[in-house]
């Protein structure tokens, strides 16, 4: 009997409507073509301020408004073709043009690296006059972090050479993003319906979430095993993309890799390691969740293929994009009637890319510009995973929104520390949505799991990634050579460290950390675990009807880049600078399995 294959769909056979509309951005590639040639003109515009800024405090502001000028252009130019390009990373056009405008980026950042220093050459005594000039009141939070990065900014020459080298610099992620998601084949994989399926990136989470255990470890297995004939090739290119971090921090003075990335936020270096430290405490609680997992799954030892499947079986959900839809815009009512007219806005005009298709870019991310609306990409596949998901990037589209409809283009763009926070207060109101929806008590039981769950990964798995990410760059710093055995041998230990005794320690998870893109976006993924603590807050306050708080809530959403990022948060109710809100959501990580195992076992 012939076996059912279902290949992934090429993306011309995916219907319109599940697909991005990048119009509004650009009608056609000439009229990108024309913004693009723009670049060069407005460049000339930016350049005639060279040398001038000592004149006056004017001179300044036109100098900060040309730049603007400049950025926002080149940002629209390279949002587009970053779209385009991710709908098929093998379509050379698309790739071309994205390489065409990162070229043209790396170009314009040297030739704009003489601003700052110019700046920095300026006496005391007229900087001080420029900070409190009139003229430049708009500019002047601008100004103060232009001379707190002072002792990290170098000469004219210096600057203008790493600008130009940015392009040379960002390789090692392309190289991974191209081998990833373009040339890396999985095999045909069981599908748990009688027929097998092409494994992809976008398909493992729903096959590791099967009741079958032959399906997940079928996944597993095909994934590593396939991950693992690469990796050397791996190792090498994160090995490049690390030493590229660990070149620019010392270059630029800071004492370590790990400073040079928070420095941009102003976020103390105590802020990450006391999140690892605060974690790590309450492992018991993690390991105490995999004890439970392991009984009501009925195994001697948990795999790890066996922590991602619910553990109520009979509730296994694969829900409609339609029903998904539905349920995150009845699920964000709380926020108000001008929050969901936005909503209503992206799920019915074609900001979402739906559909996972050959060659597209694996994962889901909000992305645009100032000049676009907030687009959406995602690989919808129906499980309740993609639901949060898909709630999870409108909380960073709506952030985006708001900011941009407030903010000036200037203090428009958020930090990504904020971000995260904004997103995963969308997944907590969809879990209280969901829990007053459904009375059922398996189903309630597999959203408590859920958040357990996601707790779990989005709180202890990335911390676990941000202590092994921190622990690669010392490794890098002292000058030891990130080998494919030295990447694995670290990860396996944290690993297991994390994962407890209930998890049998499978060889084949040494090469997870091969599939992980965030450890090429320089210390990036301990904000998803601050920016769960500030939600789980965040949640509270506007599901307890307090308008003054959601009041408080919505400013954090419009604040931008107006303030200091720990300081909006600080305005909104959630001091991330102590341990408290990591704290408070470990409790609540504690609260969650207990109340599991006291259903499941009918034990406290």
């Known amino acids: 009997m012939t076996k059912k294959t279902n290949a992934l769909p090429e993306r011309s056979q995916i219907p319109k409507e599940k697909t991005w509309n990048l119009d509004p951005l650009y009608r056609n590639i000439s009229s990108w073509e024309k913004d693009f040639k723009s670049l060069d003109s407005l460049l000339a515009d930016f350049m005639s301020c060279r040398g001038t800024l000592k004149k006056s405090a004017e001179n300044l502001k036109t100098a900060f408004g040309k730049n603007d000028a400049l950025d926002r252009c080149l940002e629209k130019v390279h949002t587009y073709a970053h779209l385009k390009s991710d709908e098929d990373t093998a379509n050379s056009a698309n790739s071309s043009r994205l390489d065409r405008v990162t070229a043209k980026h790396s170009e314009i950042e040297g030739e704009t690296a003489w601003l700052e220093p110019e700046i920095f050459e300026l006496p005391d005594s007229k900087l001080k006059a420029y900070l409190k000039s009139p003229c430049l009141s708009f500019y002047k939070r601008s100004l103060e972090e232009l001379l707190r990065d002072r002792p990290h900014t170098l000469s004219e020459p210096e600057e203008k050479i790493l600008g130009l080298a940015s392009d040379a610099l960002s390789t090692p992620y392309k190289a991974f993003t191209m081998l990833s998601n373009a040339d890396l084949k999985f095999p045909e994989v069981p599908d748990g319906k009688g027929g097998e399926v092409e494994l992809s990136h976008g398909n493992y989470t729903k096959l590791v979430e099967s009741q079958n255990r032959e399906i997940r470890k079928s996944a597993f297995t095909a994934m590593y095993g396939t991950i693992s004939k690469y990796r050397n090739t791996f190792a090498a290119v994160l090995d490049g993309a690390i030493k590229t971090h660990t070149f620019e921090a010392k270059i630029r003075n800071y004492t370590s890799s790990l400073r040079a990335s928070l420095h941009e936020d102003n976020i103390p270096d105590e802020v990450y390691t006391n999140l690892i430290r605060t974690v790590r405490r309450n492992l018991p609680s993690l390991h105490s969740y995999f004890e439970l997992r392991k009984k009501v799954l009925k195994l001697k030892k948990l795999d790890m293929y066996d922590i991602y499947c619910p553990i109520v079986p009979d509730c296994e959900m694969e829900i409609s994009w339609e ?126 799991n859920r958040l357990a769950e996601e707790i779990r990964c989005t709180v202890f798995r990335q911390t676990m990634f941000a202590e092994f990410e921190k622990l690669i760059h010392e490794k890098r710093e002292k000058g030891v050579p990130l080998s494919a055995d030295e990447l694995s041998s670290a990860y396996f230990k944290i690993n297991s460290e994390y994962h407890g005794s209930a998890i049998e320690p499978d060889d084949k998870i040494r090469m997870e950390w091969a599939r992980i893109p965030h450890f090429y976006y320089d210390f990036y993924v ?25 009041d408080a809530y919505m400013k954090f959403l419009q604040a931008g880049d107006s303030k200091d990022v720990l300081d909006i948060l600080k305005d909104a109710g959630v001091d991330l600078s102590k341990p408290g809100p990591v704290e408070a959501c470990m409790s609540h990580f504690a609260e969650t399995v207990s109340h599991l195992k006291k259903e499941l076992t009918g034990k406290a």
């Open 323 to 448: 029903d998904a839809c539905r349920y995150v815009r009845e699920s964000l009512e709380p926020l108000g009637p001008e929050y969901c007219r936005v909503i209503d806005r992206a799920l019915n005009e074609r900001w979402i890319d739906v559909l996972e298709c050959r060659g597209k870019k694996c994962g889901a991310y909000s992305g645009g510009c100032y000049d676009s609306i907030p687009y959406i990409l995602m690989n919808y596949n129906g499980t309740m995973n993609d639901v949060f998901t898909l709630t999870h990037e409108l909380g960073h589209s709506m952030h985006s929104y708001l900011s941009n409809k407030k903010q000036d283009y200037h203090y428009a763009r958020y930090c990504i520390f904020a971000a995260e926070a904004a997103s995963t207060t969308n997944e907590l109101l969809l879990h209280a949505y969901l829990m007053k929806k459904f009375t059922d008590k398996k189903i309630r039981l597999y959203l408590h």
């Open 526 to 550: 301990y904000q998803y675990a601050t920016g769960f603590s500030a939600a789980m807050k965040f949640s509270e306050n506007i599901l307890g009807g307090d308008k003054s708080k959601l």
